[in-house]
């Protein structure tokens, strides 16, 4: 038996994505978004409403990077989603994280934080609050890489369930994608 629950937000699990960018004094912003994800090869898509500090930022400098929060930075990353830029000059000094300056772009990469995708805005959608991003870098820490691939248990990212407004970190391995299904083709 199923139960309807209507329309919720219920795409499970969603990433924990901290979304970094220079105001226009040089300063560096970071927020908490769950609503993001990748919608091409080179692209990232984040729902970011107009109001936030680090939108504003993202629409004056064109660029922003988008960092994986982790078990390790869980509270830091909370956080920043719940303390406004728009009020707290000091937000992402708060923190404590170290960042720095983008080769690529014009925005801080976290790199307390494991792995950061670092882009340049294709396009705001201010009806639909969605932002577009062109991948043009992705750095990581080297220690959660094997060899030249990220070791997702390394990176140990958390996630967010909207049903419990919880954290979560990932569980083990369930299969291997583009093979464990060719047991079914006959």
């Given amino acids: ?3 309807d629950l209507g329309v919720k937000p219920y795409v499970l699990p969603m990433p924990v994505l901290i979304v970094s960018a220079y105001d226009e004094n040089g300063n560096g912003n970071a927020m908490n978004a769950a609503w993001g994800t990748i919608c091409d090869m080179d692209k990232v898509l984040i729902v970011l409403t107009a109001s936030h500090k680090t939108t504003k930022n993202i629409l004056a400098t064109k660029a922003f990077c988008v960092g994986t929060a982790n078990a390790e930075n869980t509270v830091q990353a909370d956080y920043v989603g719940i303390v406004s830029g728009n009020k707290t000059a000091d937000k992402l ?3 404590k994280w170290k960042y720095e300056k983008s080769k690529f772009v014009n925005a801080p990469v976290i790199t307390s934080l494991p792995l950061a995708l670092e882009c340049e805005m294709i ?24 060899g030249d691939k990220v070791d997702v248990k390394k ?11 919880s954290y979560y970190t990932l569980g083990d391995k369930a299969g291997n994608a583009f093979s464990d299904g060719k047991k079914l083709i006959r």
Avoid: C, F, Q
């Avoid at 201010?126 to 959660?144: Q, R």
């Fill in 1 to 3: 038996m199923r139960k």
């Fill in 93 to 95: 000094k708060n923190t």
């Fill in 123 to 146: 396009s705001y959608d201010e009806e639909n609050e969605i932002l577009i991003g062109k991948i043009v870098n992705v750095s990581a820490d080297e220690n959660v890489l094997d």
């Fill in 155 to 165: 990176v140990d990212p958390i996630v967010y369930d909207p049903t419990s407004h």
